[in-house]
């Protein structure tokens, strides 16, 4: 963009130095100044969270992972001073050093939550994001081949098209709100997997039926006309010449949806989220269909809950940053899978 | 499924389609697509059903509560406390003046004791008058405690109906006697009269025992509150007559009720008592939220696009869109952390730095307010208006820059006054749908925004940003766990919830209409 | 209650899993214990309580779970009543509505008395003050007052926090020190009383109103109210600490060995280590609850 730095006198086609030119490059400048700052300010974020976080995420011995940070359920902190020395245990192990030592006094202070780790969170989210994508994109994709290839253009589907777009921009806790109404309170179905997964995945619904139903349209109508033209019927025509060039687009939005489903809160807040269980979902179950009426434990809720209900200080800080180094972690590799995604499917379809 | 003899010329597949009670596989297929999206379409149709069938009988229910509330009398204890408002109106003034005469003190530089002896006449006065409302009060309390076992009554017994419809009325109907509590209640008139006058005769007494003050810039203030409170006892028998006017028996229209809900300025949950619910300190928080992040990620998200678009290098905007759209992945929560933890106390100990003293509302006394909620949406509003802006700028058509540029124009004037004017109508609904992704937010404001339900005080000029506030969002998320089924204040959240969702509907429906509205070159 | 309950969802349930993944699950059952309601229990004691029952319980060979949600008083006796829970941690006493509702349901409550706790009223370590009287608590949680320098020698507005409504504390504060009246509406309402201590100890014209357990906050200050410490004997705001049982209910007898495992002597060592005072000093603040 600049010019090469030949002094004026010797190229007289550069433009010469005025008020105006210098006014443009101060704007540029502006502009530019405008841009970088919003990227130093994520970097700022995600920097400040990678750092303390990864002091609760690695450890710099062997095996360089905090192994009980992330398979424990959270417990108590324990900080006391023995000999003038200041130790931090949790529950379990304080217990065990308790008794071997024959100590006897109680500790000093204790932090609800700040100790163990998160892993129910972890496995909370993970069944919550596998359940709700599974009935997002059953329906949501299905939807967006009927809506693109069968569905018979009028206002009718215009008038569907245009709603499902508008509810896609209706905030999350609404979703929650509806959720919990429906759901928890309505069919009695408590606070429990079930009711998130539904909530989530209604919530993602419109954005997966937009999406897939735009990388559908994506396809150049002469890959169908060919397909029918040879004689297909329009299940194949759609299996053979439509859905695998679709496909990338499809999968792209479902991760992002799979992002925005891990990352949101509000929604699970009172259809699917518990403070604290002790039993992995699997664990104590009574019979096979109360895996479904269990609430579990979530990252989101889990990292609300310790940022609003823990003081900030040197020891809670460990389960804070932590849980919002390992939640960040994980939406973010799903997030920069799409979006390395997209760029790759964007070069590759050019028709 | 359909095997290798599909390419067999003389294969006429149709008649070979298996048929599953007389209905071919097509029309099978074609079913099931279609169920799947009738069943999204149900689902999302449900979706609003629901939650409009929750909110509007809110205002059914609301209206029996105010009726119920007015008829048992509590509505009393509300017109005396107007009163008792009034008086704090006067104790405010009072505060006033002895704030300004320890400023003072602090600027000359007197240690606290020095400050809180030289003031202490003041201090004594200060007491003296505030003790003058303890009889109002006691009275506004004793009114109130009358009615507030027939008010429970009521409610209990509405809330009975609530639940059993199944059992007949007459099962729990022992009468409600409101006749009777109104007639105690107005038996109590005289003493409000009597406490009046004793008011009045007192507030003279002590108005004359004001200690002299030797700051004469404080003078007109004191002649003010002396002017004011002597107003006040003369305006004091007025308050009687109105409570001796009020009628508890009128009734309460629909309309009343929706008017307390859009235009009421108090949302106060009194769990012991009378819960009001006015939708105006909600609203307020939620757009003076929104419009702080607005007016922050405008420049950002639109100059960040333009520079991206139009003056950085190919290899610069690979890097920096993705980044930029990376924001959307972070979770609000995360954000919301980050400014509960360090974001919130940055701003605060930045505005306690001396040389800031200057900004208004420096320093800021509160760690969560709403600019702090602001700024955090600002960034999560950025991607969403950087991504669409880009979007709109990058769809102007090659001819525009072209033939710019052939008239003589530099680069930098094609920009700015040939391709964003083009792309404006995009840019301006990238902003609407960045207005629609900060006010449906929901965590950040939760943990940040400071949760005080209350009108931000917009007298304060450029320093409202730093009052906290409460949103829309925040409020539902923060009392929705607590609220029983079907009960007033559960319908009143989801009441709330309808509005949001209007609103949000309301912003993304003129997005779309002004991107359709005004499309170039396609 | 409960198996009516799963025959009602079995039913939503087939109607509603459209493929369903039959997981065929034959986990061996244990014993689970599901707590709900105030967060001054929950936040701080329950999960120590939790902790010393569940070593207990492995010390004999047995295991015990639990499960905890602590969003406030109201959601616990909402969700006993619902039968969403075995206990109900509750930080005052019923409310009107609630035993209403309960009769409906026909629950019968019991209330067990598990420990005592003062709210103390707390300031930012920098405040000159070292005592309210009740009467200026009221007016400055009620917003008769809005500035430090109406009661102090310092001036600037008053930041008053407030736990949310949810909570039994911000109930039973308004009833032992407003007189019922409503809060100011400046009051800012957090979601718990770490936090209140925490913006308390960040504003040095912050005043709040905490469980005992978090008033050892570096940064904040116990204010004495009409001259007494919250350890004090008569000090007018304390509360009772309850957990409620539904009686009508079977419950599986692993509740009831919490029930007493709590108020056991090694219980109440717990409910001291955090601060409360034991249900036994409840006969001297209360008496007329001991009658019962």
Redesign the interface.
């Known amino acids: 963009m600049n010019p090469p730095s030949n002094s004026p006198e010797k190229n007289p086609f550069l433009p010469r130095p005025s008020a105006t030119r210098r006014a443009e490059k101060l704007v540029r400048w502006g502009l530019r100044g405008l841009t970088y700052f919003i990227l130093v300010c994520i970097c700022a974020i995600l920097l400040t969270i990678a750092v303390k976080g990864a002091r609760a995420v690695f450890v710099p011995h062997w095996p360089f992972i905090n192994v009980e940070f992330l398979t424990q359920a959270p417990e108590t902190l324990h900080v006391f001073e023995v000999n003038g020395q200041t130790y931090e245990l949790s529950d379990s192990q304080f217990r065990a050093t308790y008794e071997e030592q024959g100590l006897k006094s109680p500790p000093d202070r204790t932090y609800a939550h700040a100790g163990g780790g998160i892993f129910p969170a972890i496995i909370g989210t993970l069944l919550l994001v596998a359940g709700a994508m599974l009935i997002a994109m059953l329906l949501g994709v299905a939807s967006a081949i009927f809506l693109s290839e069968y569905g018979k253009r009028g206002p009718l589907l215009r008038l569907i098209r245009l709603s499902i777009l508008n509810l896609a921009g209706v905030p999350s806790i609404v979703y929650g709100l509806f959720g919990f109404g429906l759901f928890v309170i309505f069919l009695d179905w408590n606070i429990s997997l079930l009711a998130g997964w539904f909530t989530l995945a209604f919530m993602v619904l419109p954005v997966i039926i937009s999406a897939s139903e735009e990388a559908l349209r994506s396809v150049p109508t002469g890959f169908r006309e060919a397909s029918l033209a040879l004689g297909s019927t329009r299940w194949t025509m759609i299996r053979t010449s439509v859905l695998p060039y679709a496909l990338p687009g499809i999968l792209t939005s479902s991760i992002l949806g799979i992002a925005r489903v891990a990352g949101e809160t509000a929604p699970i807040m009172f259809t699917a989220a518990y403070l604290l269980r002790d039993q992995l979902p699997w664990e104590g179950l009574d019979h096979w269909y109360d895996f479904f009426f269990q609430g579990v434990m979530a990252l989101p809720y889990h990292l609300y809950v310790v940022s609003a209900k823990l003081p900030q200080n040197a020891y809670t800080e460990r389960m804070q940053y932590g849980t919002a180094f390992v939640f960040l972690a994980i939406v973010a590799v799903m997030a920069l899978t799409s979006i390395i995604l997209r760029i790759k499917i964007r070069s590759r379809h050019n028709w | 499924m ?1 095997g290798p003899t599909a390419q067999s010329p003389l294969n006429l ?2 008649q070979r389609d298996p048929r599953v009670f007389g209905v071919d ?2 029309s099978l ?2 079913a ?3 169920g ?2 009738i ?3 149900i ?2 149709l ?2 609003t059903f ?2 409009f069938r ?1 909110g509007l009988s809110f205002f059914p229910q609301y209206r029996e509560d105010m009726e119920l509330y007015r008829r048992s009398g509590m509505e009393y204890a509300s017109l005396v406390k107007q009163e008792h408002d009034r008086f ?1 109106e006067l ?2 003034q ?3 003046i ?2 300004r ?3 003072q003190l ?1 600027s000359e530089g007197k240690t ?2 020095e ?2 002896a030289l ?1 202490a006449p003041m ?1 004594a006065y ?1 007491y003296d008058f ?1 003790d003058l ?2 009889p109002l ?1 006691d009275y506004q ?1 004793a009114v ?1 405690d009358l009615a507030a076992e027939t008010y ?1 009554q009521a ?2 017994d509405a ?2 109906h609530r ?2 419809t199944t059992h007949t009325a007459d099962q729990h109907a022992h009468v409600i006697d409101y006749d009777g509590t109104i007639t105690q209640i107005k038996a109590t008139f005289p003493q409000l009269t009597a406490l009046n006058n004793q008011l009045e005769s007192d507030m003279l007494v002590v108005l004359r025992k004001f200690p002299p003050l030797e700051d004469p810039s404080l003078q007109p203030l004191v002649k003010a509150f002396r002017k004011d409170a002597i107003a006040f006892t003369a305006g004091l028998p007025h308050y009687g007559a109105t409570l001796a006017e009020w009628e508890p028996e009128r009734s309460v229209g629909l309309w009343e009720a929706l008017k307390t809900f859009l235009f009421g300025e ?1 949302w ?6 009378h819960s009001l619910f006015g939708l105006l ?1 909600l609203l307020t928080g939620s757009l003076l939220v929104t419009g702080i992040a607005i007016v922050l990620a405008l ?2 998200g639109v ?2 696009a ?3 678009n139009q ?3 190919r290899g610069e905007a690979g890097f ?1 869109k ?17 400014g ?3 974001f919130g ?1 940055l701003v ?1 100990e930045l505005s306690g730095t001396p040389w800031l003293d200057w900004l208004p509302g420096f320093p800021i ?4 307010n709403a600019f702090t909620a602001g700024c955090l949406l600002a ?1 999560m509003a ?1 991607p969403t208006i ?1 991504t669409l802006s880009e979007d709109a700028l990058s769809r102007v058509p090659r001819v525009y820059t072209e033939s710019s540029l052939a008239l003589g124009a ?1 680069r ?1 004037q094609t920009t700015m006054r040939i391709i964003v004017p083009t792309a404006v109508s995009g840019i301006v609904s990238a902003v609407l ?1 960045g207005i ?2 900060v ?5 950040v404001v ?2 940040c925004a ?5 009108i931000p005080d917009f007298s304060e000029g450029l320093a409202t940003p730093f009052q ?1 506030v ?1 949103t829309m ?1 925040g409020i ?10 079907g009960g007033i204040h559960y319908r009143a ?2 009441c709330v ?1 309808v509005v ?2 209007l609103l ?2 309301l ?3 003129a997005a ?1 209409k002004i991107f359709r509205h005004t499309r170039v070159g396609e | 209650m409960k198996r009516l309950c799963h025959l009602a969802r079995l039913r939503a349930l087939s109607l509603f899993l459209l493929g369903g993944a039959a997981l065929a699950l034959t986990a061996g059952a244990s014993d689970k214990i599901v707590v709900k309601g105030s967060d001054t229990l929950g936040a701080k004691l329950m999960p120590r309580l939790k902790e010393e029952f569940i070593a207990i319980k492995k010390a004999k060979g047995e295991t015990v779970t639990f499960e905890i949600a602590a969003e406030g008083s109201r959601t616990g006796i909402a969700a006993i009543i619902d039968g969403k829970a075995d206990l109900a941690m509750s930080s005052r006493e019923l409310q009107s509505s609630e035993m209403s509702a309960a009769r409906a349901h026909g629950v019968n409550l019991k209330a067990i008395p598990v420990g005592v706790d003062g709210i103390a009223v707390i300031v930012n370590k920098d405040n000159p003050l070292d005592g309210l009287s009740l009467r200026e608590v009221e007016m400055i949680f009620t917003g008769d007052i809005d500035d430090w320098s109406a009661i102090s020698p310092v001036s600037g507005k008053i930041s008053t926090y407030t736990r949310n409504t949810s909570s039994g504390t911000y109930s039973l504060f308004q009833s032992l020190a407003l007189h019922r009246r409503d809060y100011s509406p400046f009051a800012q309402k957090l979601a718990g009383n770490e936090q209140i201590a925490a913006e308390v100890a960040h504003n040095p014209r912050g005043i709040g109103y905490v469980g005992l357990a978090y008033t050892h906050n570096p940064g904040v200050k116990v204010l004495a109210i009409d001259g007494m410490m919250p350890s004090n004997e008569s000090y007018p705001l304390a509360r009772p600490l309850y957990f409620y049982v539904n009686v009508n209910e079977e419950h599986p007898p692993v509740v009831q060995e919490f029930i007493d495992f709590i108020l056991s002597p090694e219980g109440q060592a717990v409910v001291e280590s955090v601060d409360f005072l034991p249900a036994s000093r409840l006969k001297e603040i209360y008496p007329e609850l001991a009658a019962d």
């Open positions: 359909d597949r149709r596989r097509q297929l074609k099931f697509f279609g799947n999206a069943v999204a379409v689902v999302l449900l979706i629901f939650l929750e704090n104790l405010g009072l505060v006033d002895r704030k005469q320890i400023r602090e606290r004791e400050i809180a003031t201090q200060f505030s409302a303890i009060r309390i109130r429970k409610r209990m809330e009975q639940i059993d108090q106060i949950v009194n769990n012991n008592g300190p420049p950002f100059g960040a333009i520079y991206t003056m950085a290098r920096i993705p980044c930029i759209e990376f924001i959307t992945a972070i979770p609000s929560v995360v954000i919301g952390f980050f509960i933890a360090v106390t605060r006394a509160e760690r969560l960034l950025i950087f530099t930098f749908l629609g992704r006010i449906g937010e929901t965590m939760l943990l400071g949760n005080r339900i209350r906290p409460h969002t539902i998320a923060q009392e929705m766990g607590e609220v029983a089924q959240l989801f919830g949001l969702f949000t509907l912003i993304n429906f779309q």
